[in-house]
């Protein structure tokens, strides 16, 4: 029991006993520690109101990017098949589409439509 007890009052005096933090408190509640505490808290909710602000306004840039550079990957998707179609036609009524023709065309509208786009 006298162990228990001494272990008690090892612990108490490492912990901070409020009467050290007395002329703390004391200072806050004055006019002048009151004043200090309201421009530090309005001074953190300045911060992280800009924060926010910068992280809504930077997610709408992005956000206009990523459209734009899908709509610009579309369009080069669509004139790249247009492209091909008349191209196959163009060379089938002039009986000069071949095989290798073919697999060339297929290939370059194959990677247009089947690469990995991360928007």
């Given at each position: 029991?006298?162990?228990?007890?001494?272990a008690?009052?090892?612990?108490?005096?490492?912990t901070?006993?409020?009467?050290?933090?007395?002329?703390?408190?004391?200072y806050?509640?004055?006019?002048?520690?009151?004043?200090?505490?309201?421009?530090?808290?309005?001074l953190?909710?300045?911060?992280?109101?800009?924060?926010?602000?910068?992280?809504?306004?930077?997610?709408?840039?992005?956000?206009?990017l990523?459209?734009?550079e899908?709509?610009?990957?579309?369009?080069?998707?669509?004139?790249?098949?247009?492209?091909?179609?008349?191209?196959a036609?163009f060379?089938?009524?002039f009986?000069?589409?071949?095989?290798t023709?073919?697999?060339?065309?297929?290939?370059?509208?194959?990677?247009f439509?089947?690469?990995?786009?991360?928007?």
């Amino acid at each position: 029991m006298a162990k228990n007890n001494e272990a008690e009052r090892q612990n108490n005096a490492e912990t901070i006993e409020p009467e050290e933090w007395s002329p703390f408190f004391d200072y806050l509640q004055s006019a002048q520690g009151h004043e200090l505490a309201s421009r530090i808290v309005t001074l953190i909710e300045e911060v992280k109101k800009a924060t926010l602000d910068r992280s809504a306004e930077q997610g709408k840039i992005n956000m206009e990017l990523t459209h734009r550079e899908r709509r610009n990957s579309l369009i080069l998707q669509g004139v790249v098949f247009g492209i091909a179609i008349i191209a196959a036609s163009f060379l089938t009524y002039f009986d000069k589409f071949n095989s290798t023709i073919a697999v060339l065309f297929g290939t370059l509208v194959g990677y247009f439509f089947g690469r990995k786009t991360t928007f």
